[in-house]
């Protein structure tokens, strides 16, 4: 998930979200309590429902609204929701490594159970990679890299997926969407970079498919492998890569990291879900906890950096989201009332 | 370094290299010796311009003619050849890290001796970081991951530089060229993928340079931070990330996990050089050694995906580059006479 660094913004001091018609605006409790009493209707025990709701609460914070608190609405109506889930458990581990099972469980669950194994190990042990397959939609990346940067390390996450992306040259996906997500440590707070390689996140085929709204030239490709704008013949067929050959590239490495965090153990297919969290604490390598500090001004030099005629700002990733959280803790968060209302129908 | 994969190729069955006027011909030894000589004349221990032009050599099998032997005219005539060295030494270690002072050492052997390590390492514990600072150009990125993919190790390889890119709305560099690399083992070879995240490496923009080439439309700058095709003038001044946002958050990304390998340990500053090496035994994540074999099968699916129209093939990364090896190794390396006369001069 990635709104990028350099999107519209709204006006300083304005509002980021709008009281039109047909809206609530709620306190982050008021949200929080919402989520987990609806997700509880639908089975999910305490603390489940606690841990999926503070994601999507924070992405709502963060700008991402269909991120937010819908995503209730869509886990409810999963047909991944009504098949049998087992918990959670480490199938395979070492001092520095774990290999975790996600039960069929939705990833907000299991791969934040991988992101605290991963925290874990690399505090005792300085380094650590973990695995989670066996699982599906685990949300906003950025979301667990920020917890790991906020556990003092640097992580690396990349989540592997089913095919939605076409290779280079081809006329069928082979690929999944495929993200990559860092996130630092920093004096002055962390700092996460998130990004896809495909050309459009999966949420915004879907998105364009549902208010019919074409997509972007050269973007997508219907079953036949034909290119078209028609969102709903590109859900039967896939989109393109970003970025021609590096995105390709990097969305193959992906997939092969997919394999190692164990995605084709889950039902035997190489181009299969799988999430690979790398932690580390970066005193095994630059000891005396300099790295923090070194961050911070890693962050102010590129700040400071001389810029274009009518360029504000040098933005940092991460930045708009995190200054966007700030505001709406204090501003709270706008919900259309029919999800409002579809939440307390559960 | 990277070509890309899906370049121009040569015919299939044609010589990969034509024997034009004023080139010569020269198999592997021949091209080993050429070079190891050379470096032996400038004050290269044996070891040293045995691992040098171990790279080099490969680099031109590849493709890579510009990263081949021309390399030792340049490592002859760079200054930081003239400046005092140290040998390459680790100076923190814990038994699944290290950090490597390099001793202002070209890169081509600090980085190498950082590769070496990780492999000793992660067989030992299953997991290693790998940190190398006070060091330079270490040129093919890919040669380093294969090694460790060799080895049977999943390899992530970021190296960070001194300015060259330019922020997204900034008028000066502020990033290094920062290439990502991924190597892993796979049952039918292994599998590498290297990129750089600027919109040109910066070998091109000298290169462009040199012959007065203009460069392509909206990638360089001049030092006033004015968009030129100018060459020379962005020589002076930078270019701009590949990709947008995603290729400035990647190289930013980059740039700090230069510093968990000691970037800012070199001359106190935080845009510096800095090689990381992280590598996995795949074992202890998913154990019984199958991880090869899903590798295999990975690239056995991906290649085998419908084609579009008109395209004869689906390429992994680095499929291009170590078939060009396989027939070069045959064929021999053609190197301009020119530079084998500078070689033998030196």
């Known amino acids: 998930m990635n709104r990028g660094t350099a999107g519209s913004r709204a006006q300083p001091g304005a509002p980021l979200d709008a009281d039109t018609p047909g809206t609530v605006r709620l306190t982050v409790a008021q949200a929080t309590a919402l989520g987990e009493n609806a997700l509880r209707r639908i089975g999910y025990p305490e603390e489940e429902a606690r841990i999926i709701v503070d994601q999507l609460v924070d992405n709502a914070l963060c700008g991402y609204k269909f991120a937010g608190l819908p995503r209730v609405l869509a886990i409810a109506h999963d047909e991944k929701t009504r098949q049998a889930r087992r918990p959670v458990r480490v199938v395979h581990e070492t001092p520095a490594s774990a290999l975790i099972d996600g039960g069929n469980n939705v990833g907000y669950i299991s791969v934040y159970r991988g992101a605290e194994i991963a925290i874990a190990k ?28 906020r556990a003092g ?27 990559i997500c860092f996130g630092f440590p920093s004096a002055a707070g962390p700092v996460v970079f998130d990004m896809g390689t495909a050309s459009l996140m999966w949420g915004e085929v879907m998105l364009f498919a549902h208010i019919g709204r074409e997509l972007p030239e050269g973007t997508g490709y219907d079953e036949q492998g034909r290119p078209t704008r028609d969102a709903r013949a590109v859900l039967r067929g896939g989109v393109v890569p970003f970025g021609g050959h590096k995105g390709y590239g990097l969305s193959f ?8 965090a164990g995605a084709a153990l889950a039902r035997g297919q ?19 906890g300099v790295f923090p500090r070194q961050m911070a001004e890693l962050v102010e030099r590129v700040k400071a950096t001389p810029r274009q005629p009518g360029v504000a700002e040098i933005r940092i990733p991460s930045e708009r989201a995190f200054r966007e959280r700030e505001r709406r803790r204090k501003e709270g968060i706008v919900l259309d009332r029919k999800v409002v209302e579809s939440l307390e129908a559960l």
């Open 122 to 149: 690399a505090r005792a042990t300085g380094l650590a990679a973990v695995g989670v397959y066996n699982s599906y939609y685990s949300g906003r990346n950025a979301y667990y890299a920020e917890r790991i940067a």
């Open 270 to 288: 190489v181009q299969d879900y799988g999430f690979l969290f790398v932690a580390v604490d970066p005193d095994i390598l630059v000891p005396g």
């Open 153 to 179: 390390l640097v992580a690396i996450h990349v989540a592997s997926a089913k095919p939605r992306v076409l290779p280079l040259g081809g006329a069928r996906p082979a690929l999944g969407t495929n993200p």
């Open 253 to 260: 490495a992906i997939q092969a990291l997919g394999l190692l």
